[in-house]
């Protein structure tokens, strides 16, 4: 090459941005790597990792481990017993702008093989969705047999190792680039996320000297936007619930000999279900909205960007009415209550001709950021009284029973609240605009996710800001049959991984 | 024994009334044969008799047939393939009054054993209820023995094979004072009243020569009134239903993600139950009581006359406060509609963070005087459809589901109108009148009963009066395990059948 032609190119690549870079770099690290990057994949993939299975759990821990350990990441398992580990790695950086973790989860749901198209533990490489007609066909010997459109199906292919091997390409092809990571880097990988996460509170309370210096939490889990757009997610909804029972007789009684006289519990609950909501499906218990905090105008903003999927929704679900008469965007933002169960006697081919004695009404009840979890089950408590019933915490005795002439069981769940990091904070806006780099200006910044995950945690309790960074194809089958990764996002997830330990 | 005192003898019993007679000569005659009526009902109990045990069922039919004909009664089975056969017995009288039928069922409610004392056809003898510490004694060998606290134990003491002994000891009695019969006596044993009465209509359409000379039916079922006082009924309550089925999106959805946009069936169901009542109890449906044929001035003494058991039944079953605000007995002369059962999604310990994909309300409907079961059903439809709801019979599809915002599923049951035979036929004030002079003041004179039985194929398609004469003691456990039959109970039947046999 000659010296003008080698000066050209170098001229040319300083005036690309360094977003370019990372682009091309990493599209080019693929294209080199990519039939290693999947085969690896495959590898961590054959390890069973439901939760409970301890020893298979352990031996992913191990793997995770020994693949950080290579990539020069000082590393360790955190261990409380009878219970997964958590992998634990520290790259320290000198001169670093700020501490990033990285938070994975590398357990996955049980799987019923029975419902599965192969082995959740053996995985399939596939010429696209199945749903979409793809076929099984053998996985890659070359770059140039793979494209994006290419799925691997088994169990925790998007949710959740798929983030586990974006993070260690990125970090190879950091290396093999000889780029300049930014930040300190913190790993930490849960093994109990699908299990409720049941130690997580306690893992940070016990090891608080290895997560206190972080300023970012980056949540690498969940898929991407409905829209198949790339999106940020800056909190979740909290989650609490009640159950509540209402009494008839003591007793089921005969309808006939008691019907028209006996009190209907069904009645009487239906009747008090009825009265916490109005006709277009908003809440009307006093001050169930209350304390829900607003959005910044930056949120408002970003919440208007975000694509409507409210038709296409209608139309999968066959829904013709949703609750309320705001977007389903909107609606996410505002807390909820679904009857998520109910029963009385019986129904079908079981029912009987009887006056039951009690009917049972399940509560879910969804909060967002600003709700107290207690708070907002006493004022559904409040309500019901509000609408004449004594509310008592066990089966009325015959006294009290004789003294009310309505009576409510309530059975509080216990829950937690919605978290959510702000956009206006700068360490955000540097990821916002670090991450549209990669993604482009189709990111979404979503508010808020409507499900539930115990970010609190992080948001509250040790009072960092927690964003979710999904990359996982959004008909990626999380939790259910033939689980699977579109290749396209594991190569997304390289390159916003790679951005994000750069900036 | 003098002359004179003979005389003085035969003008005393000219002087007394008939009843005391009847009375008297009854008492005298169980005196001496009480042991030997005791025993014939152990043996009669110890067949078994659940409807579809046809080989036993058979037994008892043969069992009863030859114990008619054994007392001159022409008897004849009435079989229809695969049901058990009708025991139909003819007595013609010379000159006689009218015909009279006695209806009474010989089949019994299965038994589970492991709930009773002892096994329920191995009938046993105690000295009082069970509940009240009563002991097993053994049956009795001399009248001496017997008191009328004693019970007898076993599946159908009470219902309804009590009214058979009592009807063949009546004849006994009658024969052994020959005493006078005044009316053609039909008997009319039924053998699967448990299992529904499914043949009965078609049983009457095919003999209807057999009933059609019938003035009366008595039905001789049942208990006495809840007071401990006797009683004749008049009536029974109609029954009907439907289930109604409300529709979420077209599969369970995550509650979190879904939570406060995708409609909550539960939610509409209680809805729309809500809509059904007031506050007070009432239905609230438009014609639901419209058609209630008015009690006649002889009725509504009646009812006036009836002990009130509201507070002791408030008592036994935990009840502050009643549906509605009239008395029981009155909100028995009115349609019910009862929420037997609702069912949606999960409660307690199955509970999941989902939107159900559908609720469903078994509803149950008792229909009194004047109330067609079907108008009863259509009045339910209009008001679902008042509320906004479009009903449909299958599950909707896809395209209705997109067109309609609310829609229920109605599945409608069958069902049978009420029964009620006026007090003011003459024929009627007859039986009262019969009925006091062994009764006593004390007799109940009962509108209806709460509960339902096909009486509307003898009042409405043979056109027949027809009225239920009980025997049984009110805590006889009808249906339920540890059955008995009160000896007093017994002997007080056998008062009656005689006295309704010689009016």
Chains 1, 2 share one sequence.
Request: proline share 6%; net charge negative.
């Amino acid at each position: 090459m000659r010296i003008s032609t080698l000066l050209s190119l170098v001229l040319l690549a300083t005036t690309l941005s360094y977003a370019q870079d990372i682009n091309q770099l990493t599209d080019e690290y693929i294209q080199e790597n990519g039939v290693q990057i999947i085969q690896d994949f495959k590898t961590l993939l054959e390890i069973p990792n439901v939760a409970y299975d301890l020893p298979s759990i352990n031996k992913n821990a191990d793997y995770i481990k020994s693949e950080l350990e290579k990539r020069g990441i000082e590393s360790k398992l955190l261990r409380m017993i009878g219970t997964p580990p958590i992998v634990y790695g520290y790259y320290p950086v000198k001169g670093a702008r700020r501490t990033l973790a990285f938070y994975v989860h590398y357990d996955g749901q049980p799987a019923d093989k029975t419902n599965w198209t192969n082995d959740p533990w053996d995985p399939k490489y596939y010429s696209k969705a199945l749903y979409e007609g793809g076929e099984e066909i053998g996985f890659p010997n070359s770059s140039e047999e793979i494209n994006e459109e290419h799925r691997i199906y088994a169990r925790s292919a998007g949710d959740d190792k798929a983030p586990i091997i974006t993070i260690l390409s990125a970090l190879d092809m950091i290396k093999a680039n000889k780029l300049k990571i930014s930040s300190n880097l913190v790993f930490f990988f849960e093994g109990q996320e699908e299990a409720g996460s049941m130690q997580l509170q306690q893992y940070l309370a016990d090891n608080r000297n290895l997560v206190d210096e972080i300023d970012l939490w980056l949540f690498c889990d969940g898929p991407i936007h409905q829209s198949k757009k790339p999106q940020l997610v800056f909190g979740v909804r909290g989650v609490t619930g009640m159950e509540i029972t209402t009494y008839g007789p003591n007793r089921p009684l005969h309808s006939g000999h008691y019907g028209n006289w006996a009190p209907v519990p069904g009645q009487l609950l239906s009747e008090l279900i009825a009265s916490m909501k109005d006709d277009e499906g908003n809440v009307v218990i006093k001050g169930f909205y209350d304390d829900v905090e607003p959005l910044s105008d930056l949120e408002k903003e970003a919440l208007a960007n975000i694509p409507l999927v409210d038709e296409d929704l209608k139309k999968e679900l066959g829904i013709n009415d949703p609750e309320g008469r705001e977007s389903y965007n909107e609606r996410l933002l505002r807390p909820s209550l679904t009857i998520k169960g109910l029963s009385s006697g019986n129904t079908g081919k079981l029912a009987r001709n009887v006056v039951p004695a009690t009917a049972i009404a399940s509560i879910g009840m969804r909060l967002v950021k600003g709700c107290d979890p207690e708070k907002q089950k006493d004022l559904v408590e409040a309500h019901i009284r509000s609408q004449g019933f004594h509310i008592v915490r066990e089966d009325p005795d015959h006294e009290t029973r004789m003294k009310y002439p309505k009576i409510a069981k309530v059975t509080r769940s216990g829950g937690y609240p919605a978290a959510r990091t702000s956009m206006d904070l700068p360490i955000i806006q540097d990821v916002i605009t670090r991450s549209r780099e990669v993604a482009g200006d189709d990111l979404i910044l979503l508010p808020t996710l409507g499900g539930s995950l115990p970010l609190y945690l992080f948001t509250d309790e040790l009072k960092k800001p927690a964003i979710i960074v999904p990359i996982a194809n959004h008909d990626n089958n999380q939790h259910a049959a033939d689980e699977n990764m579109r290749i396209g996002n594991l190569w997304y997830g390289i390159k916003l991984m790679s951005a994000l330990m750069t900036f």
